[in-house]
């Protein structure tokens, strides 16, 4: 297991008095290989890791996007899709999406499929880290009313695939977005239809 502390971030009193979460590392083909700390596995060059991806949708067929909080260490204040985040170590992606969607949105899944994997290396000029990600696609339908918690959401919209495309005109979108947007596609049309 490779050494998880970072001098850079140590010095940091937010990052030095966050506990420790551990990610799960993999190799290029997603094969579980170790553990790493997540902020030191955010750090450039980056080491893979395993993810995942939620895009849900409403009973009419838009997605529900989410504004992250501005207090995230990462990416703060961007749009990005329903919800995205890590596997624990030994979590099955599909546990971790449904449970993290219900932490971030008060709200579970009312369908959630698997879409597909992506694997990419997208940095983050704004805040210096980089995402190398082994992803987990999952897509899926929303019922239940919002309750974000507003230490990981700063707001939410339903858009129509229109109002997406003009709203990423307009606003900032997460570096990771469009990458598993595109890679997810096929499952979104299944769920919300061809208009997507």
């Known amino acids: ?55 849900l949708f409403d009973k009419q067929g838009r997605l529900l996007l989410q504004r992250r909080a501005l207090g ?10 329903t919800c995205c985040g890590h ?7 599909f546990v971790a999406a449904a449970r993290r969607t219900a932490e971030e949105l008060g709200a579970a899944p009312a369908l959630l499929c698997a879409a597909g994997t992506v694997r990419y290396d997208l940095p983050d000029e704004a805040s210096g880290l980089i995402e190398r990600e082994w992803n ?3 897509v899926g339908l929303v019922t239940d009313e919002l309750r974000p918690d ?22 900032p979108f997460s570096v990771w977005f469009d990458t598993v947007f595109q890679a997810a596609l096929p499952g979104i049309r299944e769920i919300a239809g061809r208009d997507w």
Do not use: C
């Open 1 to 55: 297991m490779p050494d998880s502390r970072s001098t850079s971030l140590a010095d940091d009193p937010v990052v030095a008095a966050s506990p420790e979460i551990l990610l799960e590392l993999v190799d290029d083909q997603g094969v579980t290989i170790g553990t790493a700390e997540k902020l030191w596995a955010h750090q450039q060059p980056g080491h893979l890791h395993r993810a995942f991806s939620v895009f």
């Open 72 to 81: 995230k260490y990462h990416s703060p204040g961007v749009w990005s899709n």
């Open 87 to 93: 596997p624990y170590p030994d979590e099955p992606p």
């Open 136 to 138: 987990h696609l999952f």
């Open 150 to 171: 507003p230490e990981e959401v700063d707001s939410t919209r339903f858009v129509t695939a229109q109002e997406l495309k003009e709203l990423q005109q307009e606003k």
